[in-house]
């Protein structure tokens, strides 16, 4: 539920202009964050509706020079805050970029880079960041191990002659939009998902760790 915020407890202000045209934007508050990065969420979404992703593109001061890189552009578009989409952004690109770097080393082409790093992410999406007591340390090193692994599996299925029918471009749009509707609580809150189990909560604090509030 939305309530009107008094002007004094306003930390931006309610209009802005946009990075690429002459319109003005409106901006809405919330009394509280999503997320510990409070209004990282709505900043990104609204650099996607001003066409974000296709600026970069054209405005990248440099090209990557590998004959299977993928397009800065698709990583920024999607990003890679947990905070934002979950841990299928964070240890799911890693296990992506794995796998394609599987591919590069074995010799195979751009497009199966790409499909390899593409059911990288379909094998990984929707997966939470509930990390326990706030560190990344449990799951994720353990997500990792198993993203690691399962690099070479898709890279083999790919070089094995498996024809992926969604491409990359389209499997990370389809990533961000479920990291999009996530909840909070599984998004590094560490309120949710393994975070919040009994067994969780009963170990001893690790070092680093730290209390989550919403």
Known sequence: MQTEIPASNRTMHP???SLFGSRQVLLRETPKPVTLLDGLVAFIEFLTKLGYAAQAQMLMPFHLSSPNAIDPADTLTAFIFAEVAGCQ??????????????????????RQACDAAAISFQNTMGTVCDLVQGIVEIPCHTRNAAAA??????????????????????????????????????????LGGLAATPSAKALPRLEGGCESHL
């Open 15 to 17: 209009s802005c202009q």
């Open 89 to 110: 952004v964070e240890i799911g690109a890693a296990g992506a970029m794995a796998a394609a770097a599987v591919i590069q080393a074995a010799g195979g082409t751009r």
């Open 149 to 190: 692994a399962a690099a070479f599996v898709n890279a083999d299925l790919v070089l094995g002659g498996y024809d992926n029918p969604i491409p990359l471009d389209e499997t990370i749009e389809a990533v961000y939009a479920v990291g999009l509707v996530m909840p909070a609580q599984l998004r590094v809150t560490s």
